[in-house]
């Protein structure tokens, strides 16, 4: 439960500080439904990179086109929408298509469904409702999983890839892992180090026994930099780095 907490904090902390039991009282429900182009939903798919076996949830499913593509593409989906009639009509078209069993509709609040075992989210709301979701993106999500946003983006968190699809804007995050902190490296050969690592979304920088790090990248879990023409390249955990020939436990 710590570690959790702590992911919890950290991610809160670089989302601004926004307390998830206050974004709960907003409701999906102030975001209008405009249906998403059939050729917008299948290039959020392929900004994803939805594999089959992975879990989609569409935040603000509408009439379900989002995890009803989803699923013939070999993935499991599920569909989050407060509207009952959409939540219907949604079901109704599953089963029309032969879907039923493989996708499944819910009629819920957006900011309190679980999105753990996600690996790719989709939303087409709006900016406001995309900045109240983003602590909840970023702390409930693992890392590597991926966020698509049709038409709008989310604020200083940066996304890693824009593209326009049918002359509709369509961006990418992936989640990061908190490599933010400080760290106990040992290397193979038993020297150790201490690396400090500062963490802003999936940017990163920081130094190692005080001297700057270079090149250093977080994609997902992945970490990777070098120091002193040396490369290093790990697997942040909770409380662990993994890296081929050296190893990093938090300092708390």
């Known amino acids: 439960?710590?570690?959790?907490?702590?992911?919890?904090?950290?991610?809160?902390?670089?989302?601004?500080?926004?307390a998830l039991p206050a974004l709960a009282r907003a409701r999906d429900a102030d975001v209008p439904y405009v249906p998403t182009p059939p050729e917008v939903v299948e290039g959020m798919l392929d900004m994803a990179g939805l594999k089959p076996g992975e879990r989609l949830i569409?935040?603000?499913?509408?009439d379900g086109r989002i995890p009803m593509a989803a699923v013939r593409r070999g993935a499991s989906a599920l569909g989050v929408e407060i509207d009952s009639d959409l939540v219907a009509r949604a079901r109704a078209k599953a089963r029309f298509q032969g879907l039923e069993g493989r996708v499944h509709f819910v009629r819920d609040d957006l900011f309190t469904v679980s999105l753990r075992d996600a690996d790719v989210?989709?939303?087409?709301?709006?900016p406001n409702i995309n900045e109240r979701l983003k602590?909840?993106?970023?702390s409930e999500m693992k890392p590597g999983a991926r966020v698509v946003s049709h038409a709008f983006d989310m604020g200083d968190w940066p996304p890693e890839q824009h593209r326009e699809v049918s002359e509709k804007h369509v961006y990418l995050w992936t989640i990061p892992a908190i490599a933010g902190g400080a760290w106990r490296l040992t290397r193979s050969d038993g020297s150790t180090a201490t690396l400090a690592i500062e963490q802003r979304y999936?940017?990163?920088?920081g130094t190692l026994d005080g001297r700057a790090i270079r090149d250093a990248q977080l994609a997902g879990a992945a970490l990777s930099f070098t120091s002193d023409g040396v490369?290093?390249?790990?697997?942040v955990g909770d409380r662990t780095i993994v890296g081929d020939a050296w190893r990093a436990e938090r300092i708390d």
Do not use: E, N, W
């Not at 439960?1 to 926004?18: S, W």
């Not at 602590?135 to 970023?138: A, E, G, N």
């Open 1 to 18: 439960m710590r570690l959790v907490c702590h992911r919890r904090a950290f991610l809160l902390a670089a989302a601004g500080g926004a």
């Open 121 to 126: 989210v989709t939303l087409y709301l709006l």
């Open 202 to 205: 999936s940017r990163v920088s």
């Open 58 to 62: 569409d935040l603000g499913s509408g």
């Open 135 to 138: 602590p909840k993106l970023l």
């Open 231 to 235: 490369p290093y390249r790990g697997i």
